[in-house]
């Protein structure tokens, strides 16, 4: 069984400490992964339009609902995932009609593209695992609940319905 990262290790992951717009691209989505427990799936789908945030809160409007009606939920950022998230809005604008992750030549990233800069991460960070998106996911869903969150209010902010999917995603 893989051993989760700590916190302190999730932050060095997510955070490449670069100028460079594709890293800070990365750095955006790894961070919105860790820092929300969203689906890789549900951040490629986003586009600016589904940004509106303040100082200290992003909210982001989540497809996935049933029958694909819209699942809207507050999601708010820790401070430096806020700011490495701004830092990239930034660097793209907002211009209503884009995807928030994108190539240099203008498609969507994938979940290829963040796995595959997850395991040179850790490479070079000197772990010993490779970590996925998905761990990143499970890496939020447990450290939540470490520092005493409810599983019923993480279900909320995951956009599940059910607790006990909370649970096994935090084992």
Same mark, same amino acid.
């Given at each position: 069984? #893989? ?22 691209? *990365? ?9 929300? +427990?969203?689906?890789?799936?549900? *951040? ?7 940004? %509106?945030?303040?100082?200290? %809160?992003?909210?982001?409007? /989540? ?21 490495? /998230? ?6 793209? +604008? ?6 928030? /992750? ?8 994938? +979940?290829?593209?963040?796995? =595959? ?5 850790? =490479?070079?960070? +000197? /772990?010993? %695992? ?15 609940? %470490? ?5 019923? #209010? ?18």
């Amino acid at each position: 069984m #893989q051993a989760f990262p700590s916190a302190v290790d999730c932050v060095r992951l997510v955070d490449s400490k670069s100028d460079d717009p594709r890293k800070i691209r *990365i750095d955006a989505a790894l961070s919105l992964l860790y820092g929300t +427990g969203c689906l890789v799936s549900e *951040i490629l789908e986003l586009g600016t339009a589904h940004i %509106e945030g303040t100082e200290t %809160e992003t909210r982001v409007a /989540f497809k996935g609902g049933r029958g694909g009606a819209p699942l809207a939920r507050t999601v708010a950022l820790s401070g430096k995932a806020k700011l490495i /998230f701004d830092r990239h809005l930034d660097g793209i +604008g907002l211009d209503p009609e884009r995807l928030l /992750f994108v190539s240099e030549r203008g498609h969507a990233l994938n +979940g290829s593209t963040l796995n =595959a800069e997850l395991a040179r991460r850790c =490479a070079a960070l +000197g /772990f010993v %695992e490779r970590l996925t998106t998905g761990d990143l996911r499970r890496a939020c869903v447990r450290h939540c609940l %470490e520092r005493g969150m409810r599983a019923d #209010q993480l279900a909320v902010l995951l956009g599940v319905s059910d607790v006990n999917t909370v649970v096994a995603l935090g084992r």
